[in-house]
């Protein structure tokens, strides 16, 4: 029987801790079998679909979106597969090849320096690349291509999502970053970004920021990234976007609000 969400618990890895993984399947996913559709992985997965595991009480809402947005034929139907996080959280989506040194100041409030042989994030986007996505694509009726395969998250998520299109070009086609926490080692991800940018003519990124609570602190930042990106051939508009959510604060109640922007970004019709 079709359900909307489906759940693989404690998905086994050979290269990370195991964790639950939902997938989204979109409303036509089994009326036309030989259709097959583009896939956003995102992370922080728990904090997608129900309010009643996110971090705050309040999800993001992307199920709801996504009906909304393909009923009001803005977007293409896409699967959406949200990878839950653990509590190496910091360690997994910490871009590891940036890091240099024996530890590392987030610039979280209440969050502990990170070593930086704690690092683990290489291990992590093996696990989505090696693993999931095989796994996804011999499971479920996925478009393969990169053209067709987003990653995407926010805060932390959002460097990760990044750093993987960066790193595995070739498998994820475009990055959604929301309320990038770029001060993560006071701004060194920019730095690994400025010489690891692929193809601005087959890639896009999608990025944004608030102005109240942590994202306060980002806008410095993500000027300087749009720079960067700028000068690497990227079209403003076409092949990257930043947007400014004026009030807008750092959490899943300011994603949600605006979770449409990166959907249509990379899914418009």
């Known amino acids: 029987m079709f359900r909307e969400v489906i759940r693989y618990e404690n998905f086994p890895s050979k290269f990370i801790e195991a964790r639950h993984v939902d997938v989204w399947l979109p409303p036509g996913y089994e009326q036309s079998p030989s259709k097959r559709f583009p896939v956003i992985y995102m992370h922080d997965g728990q904090n997608l679909f129900d309010p009643h595991l996110s971090f705050i009480g309040v999800a993001w809402g992307v199920d709801q979106m996504m009906v909304k947005l393909i009923n009001e034929q803005k977007i293409r139907e896409a699967i ?4 839950w996080n653990t509590e190496n959280r910091f360690a997994e989506y910490m871009p590891q090849k940036v ?52 990653i995407m998250g926010s805060s932390m998520g959002g460097l990760i999502s990044a750093y993987a299109v960066c790193e595995y070009p070739a498998i994820f086609g475009g990055a959604g970053c929301l309320s990038t926490h770029w001060p993560a080692g006071n701004g060194m ?37 749009d720079e960067v990106v700028r000068n690497a051939g990227y079209i403003e508009g076409k092949s990257f976007v930043t947007k400014k959510f004026d009030g807008a604060e ?18 418009e019709k």
């Not at 040194?101 to 320096?113: A, C, F, I, R, W």
Request: with cysteine; proline share 6%.
């Open 99 to 150: 890091v240099t040194g024996t530890n590392m100041k987030l610039h979280v409030e209440d969050s502990p320096v990170l070593l930086c042989d704690q690092i683990i994030s290489d291990n992590y986007l093996k696990f989505l690349v090696d693993e999931l996505k095989p796994f996804m694509d011999t499971t479920h009726k996925t478009l393969l291509g990169p053209q067709d395969t987003f």
């Open 80 to 83: 959406v597969v949200g990878v």
């Open 250 to 267: 750092h959490s899943e109640r300011a994603w949600s609000e605006r979770v449409d922007q990166p959907l249509i970004f990379f899914l």
């Open 189 to 225: 991800v920019i730095e690994y970004l400025r010489n690891h940018l692929p193809d601005p003519g087959t890639h896009r990124f999608y990025f944004d920021y608030g102005t109240e609570t942590l994202d306060a602190d980002y806008e410095p930042y993500q000027k300087k990234m």
